[in-house]
T-cell receptor, first 112, second 111 residues
């Protein structure tokens, strides 16, 4: 099946640093989604992107829908301890989440 | 939370036994999904439903069956559990034009 390449797979940073991660695909998507998963919990939607080139912010988080529609980026500014978790990108081809394709996740660890 | 409850949250079962996981929603959303999450694989779709009694297979459906007799409930059944089905299972829901929201997961161990 389709796959998204999510990078990096893991990150170890100091509190206060900025974080960048990305997802790339060989296929075009109509929607890009970014989820965060805390230990023992289900993924929680952070940001949804619907148009190529779109840049959307949610607090310290900023995500962009790539112009080619084959990639997306997530940035976290001034990281804090509660940012720890696994971040997943997902590309959506059409209506309904059955057309969602997930990346393998970026595990973020923060040293205080 | 988006009104999704998964039960049980944890289960240990023996190889060869049947297992049923339940997903219950209070949002009246049309679509319901079952995913499994394994290290290095992200989230993979097992089955999904687009209405009562309407279901279809996902990427990793072998060894699993589902049923949806009511809008609010979506059941995932492992007819004869195997060790390869040890995983964390997530239910998700979405409306016609909404993103997917996930439950808290069920950790299943097959010994």
């Amino acid at each position: 099946g389709q796959q998204l390449n999510q990078n990096p797979q893991s990150m170890f940073i100091q509190e206060g640093e900025d974080v960048s991660m990305n997802c790339t695909s060989s296929s075009i998507f109509n929607t890009w989604l970014w989820y965060k998963q805390d230990p023992g919990e289900g993924p929680v939607l952070l940001i949804a992107l619907y148009k190529a080139g779109e840049l959307t912010s949610n607090g310290r988080l900023t995500a962009q829908f790539g112009i080619t529609r084959k990639d997306s980026f997530l940035n976290i500014s001034a990281s804090i301890p509660s940012d720890v978790g696994i971040y997943f990108c997902a590309g959506q081809l059409g209506q309904g989440a059955q057309k969602l394709v997930f990346g393998q996740g970026t595990r973020l660890t923060i040293n205080p | 939370d988006a009104g999704i409850t998964q039960s049980p949250r944890h289960k240990v079962t023996e190889t060869g036994t049947p297992v049923t996981l339940r997903c219950h929603q209070t949002e009246n959303h049309r679509y319901m999904y079952w995913y499994r999450q394994d290290p290095g694989h992200g989230l993979r779709l097992i089955h999904y439903s687009y209405g009562v009694k309407d279901t279809d297979k996902g990427e990793v459906s072998d060894g699993y069956s589902v049923s949806r007799s009511k809008t609010e409930d979506f059941l995932l059944t492992l007819e004869s559990a195997t060790s390869s089905q040890t995983s964390v299972y997530f239910c998700a829901i979405s409306g016609d034009y909404t993103e997917a929201f996930f439950g808290q997961g069920t950790r299943l161990t097959v010994v």
